[in-house]
């Protein structure tokens, strides 16, 4: 094997292992917790993902799902358009369990990330210690560790934008002239784990990179974006059009929250004050708010920003991704500004306003006005800054070359501080990744050999958790559910089921089709439990978390 190629396999190596250290705390229930928050998105992933292997080992739709909606089910072309929050985990699921599948295919898409920043580098650089650091300040940046924590598992799929990033820098080197193929294959991949990544990464990278080619005449590289964007827009139609036309065709709940998602300026010197050396910083907890606040995080980091300082100081090809950074900051602040939590307002000849920024501006253009969280813009931070930061460490290796191998425990110790900023969670002033369990319960194990129960009714219908701890109860007792949804809000008629709920009938929801009622003790009041047990009686069981009911023959 050749010494490039042993060094290219030892980066990979080195990816897998830090996502490992990484998830060290959790490792000890890799096999029976899922990785997230519980007020994450995890139980709707792991119910999607379950979804999509169900369907292929029993003959059925991946992309028009039965399990929710009873008794039409839900259109899924969300699913197909987004395959990368869902892949490679369904395929996990012929050899592995649901929780042990849903979590290796974040280790999957974490060491990818590291991997193609990497290789990125070395594209740029040329420099193996400089292309891993690279790889390691992505893989771990605040803003994905956030978005992981949130279970937002495509989003955190960004090795297809760094893939996209690669060909466009490809596009610039004269003898690539096969370039613009490589460009019109990576944008599909781009756009993988979430359509959103055509906002947020592909187009401002492409602008960027487009008029640095413009800046320096390179009209040839700019024919080659062109033309593989422009196919590649063709081919990304394959996930992107089945989407649109779902959404013109079913209605959905339009929420907005460019505000509330936008980033606080302060929040890119805000670490988390969850991190003992950061524990009495004021303005983070105001930034990020008591609970973790994840749209908000997008902490720059002390080193790696050292590190960016020295390569837009002392590299002007670096200055290039400075920009990259700079369009990504102003973007993520959103349509106001905000500083220390709070939006801030100017009177101007005695009218308050708060302050207008570019975002508020350019979201009113066409297909941007859908965008309701600007914050994610960081993503592209965090591209930028794992550039520039390796660009400084190239400046820096070479000006400590009197070190020698010395050098290396320098690099060592550097990455470990990096790591130890970046660290999003922490439990006792050790890090820690949060875990949520996997509900099942015998009795639901039961219900999945019942041929009588037609479908099930969790309550209470209007709490997001309780909606979605009741979608990830279909992936035990397999039963269709009343409600659920592909993302965000069912759009189950609410006046049904506020009916439902008002009333627990016993007639009218079986002629609904609900032969079970789950109530989810944890999310319900009193009084719902209370209404429940009035109307339905004895529970066929119940223990801290679940109260079970069956609407006729109990």
Known sequence: MKPIHRQHGLACLVMVIGVGAWLFPMLGVFSAQFIGDPFGDAYEYAHHIWWIHHALTHAQNPFHVETLAYPNGLGGAWLWGNPFNFAPAWMFLYALPLPTAYNLSIVFHLALNGGTMYWLGWRLLGHFPSALLMGIVFMLYPTTQAHLIASHVGLIALWGA?????ALENTTTRSHRWA?????????????????????LVIPFGAIWFIKSLHARQGWAMRRMLLGGVIGLGLALVLIAPILQERTTTPTNQERGDVAYSTDLLAFVAPSFYNPL???????????????????????????????????????????????????????????????????????????????LPWGWVSRLPLLNIVRTPARFNFLVGAGMAVLAGYGARDVWHGLKRLGRGRWLIGFAVVMGIAFEYQVMWHNHAPMIPTIPTLERDIFLELRDDPTIRAVFDIPYDHLLATKDGMFLVTVHHKPVIGGQITRRTPVSETVLAQLQSTLSPDLLQQYGADMVILHRQWA???????????????LYEDERFMVWRTKGQ
Not at 286 to 313: D, S
Not at 525 to 539: C, N, R, S, W, Y
Request: hydrophobic residues 60%; glycine residues 10%.
């Open 162 to 166: 760094v893939l996209w990033m690669i």
């Open 525 to 539: 009041t009193p009084e719902l439990e209370a209404h429940a047990v009035q109307k339905l009686g004895t529970a």
């Open 180 to 200: 613009w193929v490589w460009v019109a294959l990576a944008l599909p991949l781009a756009i993988g784990g979430s359509i959103q990544h055509l906002i947020f």
């Open 278 to 356: 950061f524990s009495q910083l004021t303005y983070a907890r105001n930034v990020l708010g008591e609970v973790k606040n994840v749209e908000g995080t997008a902490y720059l980091g002390i080193l790696a920003t050292c590190l960016a300082g020295v390569a837009l100081f002392r590299v002007p090809p670096a200055r290039w991704w400075g920009a990259i950074v700079v369009l990504g900051m102003i973007l993520a602040l959103g349509v106001f500004l905000k500083w220390n939590g709070e939006v801030i307002i100017v009177a101007i000849d005695g009218i308050s306003s708060p302050i207008l």
